[in-house]
């Protein structure tokens, strides 16, 4: 929203484009971009890979959450042309050949999820805990996902499939 | 088979409405108690979870056609506002813009549901649309929006609802003569004599209860891809209903039915505010078929907090009168309605009042404020929410007053009858609600010492245990269909037209279908959310999608199972009643052989696929279906920051039977985490003096996170309606968020000992409750 009375704003930022090389899923992908271009839309609009969400597009609800060097971070808030030198890992590259990551496969196995459009991100976030700690308590769960919304309300699931992944039981 | 059209009545969200069906065929007797099952009733995994952890379940948002655009609409800075100016050269201007679309070119573009232009020169609220720029990429449609040369000229508003209402109030809409939504308001219901009950009772006391607008905050916004290709539209839709979506748009955009097709697969929420297609639907097909390229309009989460509907504010007034030994005498409730800018209808916050307690002398009276703020939508029990609080803290407080147990003034005051058509229930499991859920809270302590000061009287924290009962109708009913086909190879594909908003609903109809069929689960597909090859079924709202839908699937298999054993028993020369199905393979019943799987004979038919048809039925006449619950929470309070903490929710609730426990139970605990926000942390934040939503995002609207969760424990009753229907099935979508706001805040007034008259319960209004409110004991 801008200003109140008037909403010019004349001046164009509209930019040309850049080439980059992301690393997604393994792959090394060539993409022609504006430098103003987010890594969410990178991967969405450019790579067609639609499982990270535009939930807010401002940082707010973790729907976008991808995996930069196994860390979770939101791709709407960061930039595709700052990705060039980190390997991005989106919920299409988790599963392998057929074969589900435990963390997708414990979030089916305790209905960690709802509509599904949290999902992806939710996994993510889930699954860079359980990266850095494999045994994480409540806490530790807790802190890692509380930037994921889930507004189905999905948590006390999520967090039984977390627990059941840091090989406890709920 | 033959056709017979029945008169029958469907209730959705308080009101009764009376529809023709037409009914072909007879239904299968219900499920009894003791039919026993292999499928239904188990905990099951849902059919589609995989799409949805892996990343390939296509939603609307994720639509990607060759050539598509993308559009962003530009929202009123103002709540009140003319257009003066607007000049959209620079905008055009952007590199990659196509169109943009505002009153002075597409103001003749009407909106079906409203029957007004949806683009108006006066804008009506903060966050009203303004103008649509559709570019060839996001970022360039989103900096086109800023580059429109807008003038506003400034109107007076109004956004508070008794401001509103009075004499002299600047109108909200100049070209409407009144704020509020008609001359039917106020909506008067009574029955006895009130004031007269008020002025002989023994004891009266008198509450009020304000509850704030909630935002629905789906995490997909609404919002949809469309596709002209010269002669028919494709809408991927984000709704509840593809149906009423598809009849929107094909009246919107002047094209026969059949030139449309909407397709919902996977949808990223809705809870009642999806029921159509949207205005940004509407605009993707317009621009679509404007340009003669696919277009896709997804609201960002500013337009969607502002301009995708609430659960609107309401401000309840109850006075309550009754004889010493409890029985109530008289209720009296005066609920004021803020419906926003374009409400055409208000929330039946009274229907509480009016049913859930015996009561001979009853008066309810709303009054619905038209104002300068965004428009109501459904919202997960519209009313019922915020009328459940208002009666429940009503209630306990009359306990107090008594100096009686609130539980046991509850069951004084029993309601056996359906006391707004004087008719029986079809069945009331409340009673056994309060039982259950006092047990396991541990009612019977709830004012032992230890349990409400867990750190001592002079520590700073405070426990509270307080509950509120829940009612709902969730019986669904006709019109609803299905298609069962056999497929050759032993595999069935169940056909409707409903969708699954999250619920689980392919999955339960998937389990219904394959316990009738006698099939495994994995061999039975479950095709929805389509228009085009779909067959007819309501919206998802109301929480009537398996009560409706659940039915016509399994008369659909029920009469594809009958075919099929007929046409084995012919193939094998046996009579069709010895044959069973059990794991698709066919098994004499009497001798018990085993004749070998169904794809054995269904192989044999030169590819006919066995393809039977199922029905809702008529709901029953001249008796009240609903689903009855309770909940209990108990709370900590800070004393000392104002902070609520719910420790824990025990929910209750008769939803029928339950075909699927494990997802039941998300639906459950969403129910309760969605009441808790609102009772707790939701609000939709107004500037007064501006007229301006200040949080119109999902940083500073506070929904509840991982940390917010109680342990949540659910009991299941699972025990069949069997008047409801032949499943014997209600809703669950709706029933756990009903009780979950007033049973938190009679824990908080238990644990300070005040009455609640405001949500949400945030720390300062904690703080401030104990520092003016009246003591209660
Ligand atoms: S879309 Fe990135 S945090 Fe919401
Ligand atoms: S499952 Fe719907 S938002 Fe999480």
Known sequence: MSSPSSNAASVSTSASTTTIHLTVNGRTRTLSVEPRRTLLDALREDLHLTGAKPGCNMGQCGACTVLLDGEAVYSCLALAIECQHQAIT???????????????????????????????????????????????????IERAMAGNLCRCGAYPKILAAARSLAGRAS | MPIRIVTTHLEFEGQVEEVRVVLEGEEPPAWGPDTPFQVVGKPTARVDARERVTGAAEYSYDVQLPGMLTAAGLRSPHPHARI??????????????????????????????????????????????????????????????????????????????????????PMVNTAVPSNTISDEYPQVYQRGDVEAALAQAEVTIETRMETPAALHNSLETHGGAASWDGSRL??????????????????????????????????????????????????????????????????????????????????????????????????????????????????????????LYQCANVRTTDRAARTNLGTL???????????????????????????????????????????????????????????????????????????????????????????????????GGPPAQAIAKLLPDGTAVIITGTQDIGTGTRTVLAQIAAEELGYPLERVRVELGETAHGVFSPMSGGSMTLASVGPAVRM??????????????????????????????????????????????????????????GMRGPNAEDVTVRTFGAQFAEVEVDIGTGAVRVVRIVAVHDCGRIINPLTYSSQIEGGIIQGLGFALTEQRIVDERLGMVMNPNLGDYKAPTIRDIPQIDIVLLNEPNVVANTLGVLGAGEPPIIPTPGAIANAVGHALGKTVTRLPLTPDRVLDMLSTTTERS
């Open chain 2, 84 to 169: 003066s100016r607007l000049d959209a050269s620079s905008a055009l201007a952007v590199p990659g813009v196509r169109a943009v679309y505002s009153h002075l070119n597409a103001g003749d573009f009407i909106n079906p549901s409203s029957g007004k232009p949806v683009f108006g020169n006066e804008l009506l609220y903060h966050g009203d649309l303004v103008a649509l720029v559709v570019a060839e990429t996001p970022e360039q449609a989103r900096e086109a929006t800023r580059a429109i040369d807008v003038a506003y000229e400034p109107l007076p508003f109004v956004t508070a609802p008794d401001a509103a209402l009075a004499a002299n109030a």
């Open chain 1, 90 to 140: 989106t919920i299409e590259g988790l599963a392998h050949d057929d074969q589900l990551d435990p963390v997708q496969q414990a979030f089916i196995d305790h209905d960690a999820l709802q509509c599904g459009f949290c999902t992806p991100g939710q996994v993510l976030a889930l699954k860079s805990l359980l990266l850095r700690d494999p045994h994480p308590d409540d806490d530790a």
């Open chain 2, 377 to 475: 939508a459904a919202f997960r029990a519209p009313g019922v929410v915020e009328g459940i609080a208002g009666l429940e803290v009503a209630i306990d407080a009359l306990a107090t007053e008594l100096g009686m147990d609130s539980l046991e003034l509850r069951r004084k005051n029993f309601a056996e009858r359906y006391q707004l058509l004087d008719r029986p229930y079809a069945r009331k499991m409340l009673l056994d609600c309060y039982r259950i859920g006092a047990e396991r809270i541990g009612w019977e302590t709830r004012d032992a010492e230890e349990r409400r000061y867990p750190g001592g009287r002079s520590g700073h924290l405070r426990r509270g245990i307080g509950m509120a009962s829940q009612l709902w109708g969730g019986d």
């Open chain 2, 234 to 355: 494709t809408v991927w839709s984000s709704t509840q209903g593809v149906f009423g979506a598809r009849q929107q748009a094909a009246a919107a955009l002047g094209l026969p039915m059949t030139a449309v097709q909407v397709i919902t697969q996977y949808m990223g929420g809705g809870f009642g505010s999806k029921l159509g297609v949207h205005r940004s639907g509407l605009l993707a097909a317009y621009a679509s078929r404007q340009l003669g390229l696919p277009v896709k309009y997804m609201l960002d989460r500013t337009e969607e907090n502002l301009d995708a509907g609430n659960r609107p504010p309401s401000v309840q007034a109850y006075r309550l009168g009754a004889a010493k030994d409890g029985t109530l005498a008289a209720l009296d409730l005066a609920v004021i309605h803020n419906v926003g800018a374009n409400g055409l209808w208000s929330s039946p916050v009274a229907l509480p009042a009016k049913e």
């Open chain 2, 556 to 613: 659909a298999a029920v009469e594809a199972r009958k075919e099929l054993t007929e046409v084995i028993g012919q193939l094998a020369e046996a009579p069709a009643d010895a044959l069973d199905i059990r794991n698709a393979t066919v098994f004499n019943r009497e001798t018990g052989a085993e004749m070998g799987g169904v794809s054995t004979y269904l192989e044999q038919l030169g590819g006919h696929e066995i393809t039977a048809k």
